[in-house]
């Protein structure tokens, strides 16, 4: 794909389009501009819903974005993850915070544990599986289609 294709279609991370409408959405709630703001908030669901990461374990919400812990500079993320244990049956839930901040080669993710949601013992093998996940999401190149549609170009 050609840099004139890729301009044209406003392609970027993933990151970047989240962090700009939820700025977007932010200047337009502080201008009491009501209609740009459900478009942003709209946008802001369709891009967690349609490209990050759910199923195997990320169970919970569709839209895990913390719009209020979140920063133009820093996008955090309240992932809910549904444990297995040895025999292959869900044994409780999890939540891990996911942190993205920019970097020179694209996005920095961190995972910490958030608040235990049941009785099981926390796998810290899931926070690095976590990480890779929502990294290789945010990295996404996504862009817009003549139609509007958001699709991602390249993983």
Same mark, same amino acid.
């Given at each position: 794909? $050609?840099?004139t294709i890729e301009q044209a279609?406003?392609?970027?991370?993933?990151?970047?389009?989240?962090? !700009? $409408?939820?700025?977007?959405? %932010?200047?337009? !709630? %502080?201008?009491?501009?009501?209609?740009?703001?459900?478009?942003?908030?709209? $946008?802001?669901?369709?891009?967690?819903?349609?490209?990050?990461?759910?199923?195997?374990?990320? !169970?919970?919400?569709?839209?895990?974005?913390?719009?209020?812990?979140?920063?133009?500079?820093?996008?955090?993320?309240?992932?809910?993850?549904h444990a297995m244990d040895e025999?292959?049956?869900?044994?409780?839930?999890?939540?891990?915070?996911?942190?993205?901040?920019?970097?020179?080669?694209?996005? !920095?993710?961190?995972? %910490?544990?958030?608040? %235990?949601?049941?009785?099981?013992?926390?796998?810290?093998?899931?926070?690095?599986?976590?990480?890779?996940?929502?990294?290789?999401?945010?990295?996404?190149?996504?862009?817009h289609m003549p139609s509007g549609?958001?699709?991602?170009?390249?993983?």
């Amino acid at each position: 794909m $050609t840099g004139t294709i890729e301009q044209a279609l406003g392609v970027r991370t993933l990151a970047s389009w989240i962090a !700009d $409408t939820l700025s977007a959405k %932010r200047a337009c !709630d %502080r201008d009491d501009n009501a209609e740009w703001s459900r478009r942003h908030a709209e $946008t802001l669901a369709t891009l967690q819903r349609q490209f990050l990461p759910h199923g195997s374990g990320i !169970d919970g919400t569709r839209e895990p974005l913390d719009k209020d812990a979140s920063r133009a500079d820093r996008l955090v993320f309240n992932v809910d993850y549904h444990a297995m244990d040895e025999n292959g049956m869900y044994c409780g839930w999890f939540r891990y915070i996911v942190v993205a901040t920019p970097s020179f080669d694209g996005v !920095d993710v961190s995972v %910490r544990r958030g608040q %235990r949601r049941s009785r099981a013992f926390y796998d810290d093998g899931a926070m690095d599986w976590i990480a890779d996940c929502f990294r290789t999401a945010l990295s996404a190149k996504v862009g817009h289609m003549p139609s509007g549609a958001l699709v991602a170009i390249e993983h």
